[in-house]
Every structure is written in C-alpha cells, then in structure tokens.
C-alpha cells in the first residue's frame, strides 16, 4: 500500500489544478469539471484516510448529462491524461446482456486491469532501462562480432594486460584480439557511427492473431484462462531472422531486455492495487443502453439493454470480477457515465442503476459565446489545427477576430434552425469556410500569408446559408 500511496500523491493534482488543465482543451461546463475534480481527488483523499474507515469509503459515481456535442467525450479524454491511474473509457453500446454474442459488460474490469498492468510495466521497464541499454549494448555487440570460442587459452603468460604498449597483433591470442575489437565497435557504436548497419535478430510475431479476435468476440476469453496467451505460446519461437539496421533492431532488443529485468509478479500485484484502489472506467453513450420511453421492456433490444444494465449494476456496486490477473475488487473503482439522453431520459435507465451514480451534472448548450472560445482558445484549436496544416505548404493562415465572430455567430444560428449539433457544427463550418483555399494550395496559391476576414467568411458561406434546404446538407 506504500508504494501505491506514494504513487498517486506524488502524482496527485488539487481539484483547481484538474480544473485548469481540463480548461486548457475545454471551454465552459464548470460543473462538470468540478464534478470529476473533486471526484478524482478524493481517490487520494481516501488513501490517506485512517484505516479503519478507508474501506468504508465508496466512490460516488458520476453521471454527466447533456446534448450532442458540448464536450462529454472530450472530458473524458483529457480526464484520461490527467488521472494518472489506470483509466478506461468505453462505449455502453458496445455491451450485450451475458449469454448474448457480443462483449459481456464484465469485460471492461479485464480491460482496465489490463491497462493497469501494461501503465506499471512501462514504469517498472522505464526504471531498468539503463540497466537494461547495457545490455542491449553487449549484444549488440555479439551480432557485430560474434565471441571467440573458449576452446582457444584464454590468456598467455605476459599479455594479460591490454595496454597498447605491450600489445601487439602477431602474438595476441584471439580472445585478446576480439577483447580489443569488441572495444573499438563499442567506442563506435556509442558515437552512432553504426546506425546503418545490418545486424540479423530475431523478431517475435507481434500484433493479433486474426484467430484470438474472432474467440474474443465471441467471449471466450470469458473462460478463466488466457487462450490468448495460449495460442501464443503456441505460435512462440516461430519468431523469424530479420536484417535490419542497428537503429531499427535497438528498440526491439531494448524492450526484450527490460522485459527480462521486471518482475512480472510484483508487476501484476502493483497493477491490482492501483486498479482496484484508483481505476476509473468511464462509461460513454449510456444512453444507448436506456430503453427509452418506446419501449415497454418487452421485444428484442430492450430487453438486451436492460439486460446490459442489470449485468453492470453489481460491478458499480461492487462486486469481485475474475480477470486473467486474478480477482479484481470494483468496490473503490470510480465510475463516470455520461449520455445525450435526447431520446432516452435519465430516469428511463432502471432505477437501480441510476441510484448507484449519485452524482448527477447537466452539461450546457454551448452559446455563439463558447463557440468564439472554442474556435480561440483550446491548445487545439480547430483555427490552430488549420494553421498547422497550411503551414506546412508555406502559407501563413491568419483568422481575423470578426471572421471567427462570424464563424461562430452561423454556426449558433445553423444549430438553432437546423440542428444542434453542438461544436461539432464548427467542424462543418469551418472546412466550408475553408475548402476553397483548401483545394487552391499550392497549385494556384503557392506561399505567402492569407488573411481570413469576415467578408470572406460570408462570401464562402452565403450559398449555402441563404439556401435553408442546402444549408440542412451541408453546414
Ligand atoms: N466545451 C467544449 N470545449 C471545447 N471543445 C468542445 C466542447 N464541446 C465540444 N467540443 C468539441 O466538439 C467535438 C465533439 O465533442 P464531444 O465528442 O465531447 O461531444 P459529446 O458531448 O460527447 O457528444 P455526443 O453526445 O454526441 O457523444 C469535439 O471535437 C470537441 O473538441
Ligand atoms: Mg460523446
């Protein structure tokens, strides 16, 4: 516990410091934000809190509602940065009801166990990793110049000492020879002179086996064991030679070699731990598993959908989930789900599931407002995105401030006449805005700076916007 504690406190941010980093991509929904704030800090809270009452402590799980497009999923992502816990974000959709074809929910404690084994690897392979380019370095070495055998006497009376003086080539024996080249591929290969270099290694198959996809969608990995595992060890040693250049094979050796370092036990222990004591799953479009106010909770899919949501009451209750780790406790794991609910209602999800995230938060619309901000303000910025790209043809792209006033000002009109979409409408507008001058560079337009202003805005856009039917296509 410890070594877990210190982990997350080192690494722990205040709730106004998980606010502001959160604002640095998210523009407006305070109450979201301070919502999953305070959430992710009290996993520290706990940790630090006395013992005796530390395992009475339960998450509140955390609903946030709101329309299409205002920032439910970005939260989500960039929550993911910041946690510095093992986080999983998955889409309820993608579930179906245990004994159903399809993935069952229980799947989304093994996939985030799974997670936090592969975050405390890296961890544990980035503190060995000097141990472990030494030794990258020796073979490295060993393919450049293979070892002499041992069959030839290792030394001779008089040579034992490498000291130039006293060496010379004639009468070296070959260990001495090789001791002395080894040294000077060494010198070599630290002053990257050997890069380019063709060295022959060993490459294990990696990536999936198309097989173990097929099983996985049809839960068998549900059976206890690892058939992934299996069907790998079976498939092991079929690794293939390949040439390829010292620079290439590096990181292959690296990694096989800081593999060999950790202990894969401890590795595992650390990872439930923290899985079980910080884990966060976000649970996305938990709407699509709501049956909605058509359905009677009879016929076809809603009974799945129901089923879906019973099958994951006990696990954000808390229940223990069988995971090729070992059992995983899900009493303390964080739960964030997140829904449009635009047809579905929150309370059409069943009413025990709703009780087991306490906390709920609306997200708001956004306002022409935001839009100006999200178009600005955001590290990334649609007009930065922009920027970025036509920079790349040696053109400097400049937005005026009316432009994007206007940009956002359509796009909030579009929203309320058409649909709301949300930000995702400044997607659309923008590359219409955009995609002449898109098409024209650099054929007719080959450098130079390029100012947006608002006329351009509109004449770009005044087609489509004074055509209610087009518009409906596409803006
Ligand atoms: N408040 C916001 N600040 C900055 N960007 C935003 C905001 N809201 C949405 N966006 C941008 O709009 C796009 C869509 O947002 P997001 O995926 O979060 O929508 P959502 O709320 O999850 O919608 P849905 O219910 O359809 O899943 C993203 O590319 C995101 O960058
Ligand atoms: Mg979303």
């Not at 198309?210 to 069907?231: K, R, V």
């Amino acid at each position: 516990m410890s070594n877990l504690k210190q982990n997350i406190a080192e690494e722990a941010l205040t709730p106004r410091q998980i606010v502001e980093a959160l604002d640095t991509y998210i523009i407006g929904q305070g109450e979201a934000k301070k919502s999953v704030a305070i959430a992710l800090r009290n996993r520290w809270r706990r940790l630090h809190a006395d013992e005796s009452i530390r395992e009475e402590i339960v998450p509140n799980n955390i609903i946030m509602i709101g329309p299409t497009g205002v920032g439910k999923t970005e939260i989500a992502r960039r929550l993911a940065r910041l946690a510095k816990a093992p986080f999983i974000k998955v889409e309820a959709s993608k579930y179906t009801e245990v004994g159903y074809v399809g993935r069952d929910v229980e799947s989304m404690i093994r996939d985030l166990t799974d997670i936090g084994v592969s975050m405390v690897k890296s961890e544990m392979q980035e503190h060995v990793r000097e141990k472990a380019s030494e030794q990258v370095e020796e073979r490295l070495l060993d393919l450049l110049i293979p070892p002499v055998r041992k069959s030839t006497p290792e030394k001779r009376p008089g040579f034992q000492q490498h000291d130039d003086a006293a060496f010379d080539p004639a009468t070296a024996s070959d260990s001495d020879l090789n001791h002395r080249t080894r040294e000077k591929f060494r010198e070599k290969l630290r002053n990257g002179e050997l890069e380019d270099r063709n060295v022959e290694i060993f490459v294990q198959p990696t990536g999936q086996n198309p097989m173990m996809q097929i099983f996985g969608a049809t839960g068998m990995e549900d059976m206890g064991m690892n058939i992934q595992d299996m069907l790998g060890s079976l498939t092991r040693g079929k690794g293939k030679k390949r040439q390829m250049k010292i620079k290439d094979a590096r990181p292959i050796l690296l990694s096989e070699e800081s593999e060999k370092l950790i202990d894969d036990d401890a590795a595992v222990q650390e990872a439930l731990k923290r899985v079980q004591n910080s884990g966060i799953v976000f649970i996305d479009e938990i709407d699509k598993v709501a049956t909605g106010s058509s359905g009677d909770g009879r016929g076809g899919p809603d009974v799945s959908r129901q089923g879906v949501q019973r099958d994951m009451l006990p696990i954000v209750e808390g229940s223990n989930v069988s995971t090729k780790y070992g059992m995983v406790k899900t009493d303390h794991i964080l739960f964030i789900a997140s829904g449009a609910f635009h047809t579905a209602k929150p309370s059409d999800l069943i009413p025990e599931l709703q009780g087991r995230f306490p906390i709920r938060v609306e997200m708001n619309s956004l306002t022409e407002e935001d839009f100006y901000n999200i178009l600005t303000r955001p590290k990334n910025a649609l007009t930065k995105q922009y920027i970025a790209m036509l920079k790349s043809e040696q053109v400097d792209l400049d937005f005026s401030d009316d432009a994007i006033r206007e940009i956002a000002k359509v796009a909030a009109e579009v929203n309320a006449s058409v649909e709301n979409i949300g930000a995702r409408r400044l997607h659309t507008i923008l590359s219409s805005v955009l995609e002449e001058l898109q098409f024209a560079i650099p054929d007719d337009i080959k450098s130079g700076a390029i100012t947006i202003d608002k006329s351009y805005v509109d004449r770009q856009l005044e087609k489509l916007t004074k055509n209610k039917d087009l518009s409906h296509y596409i803006l």
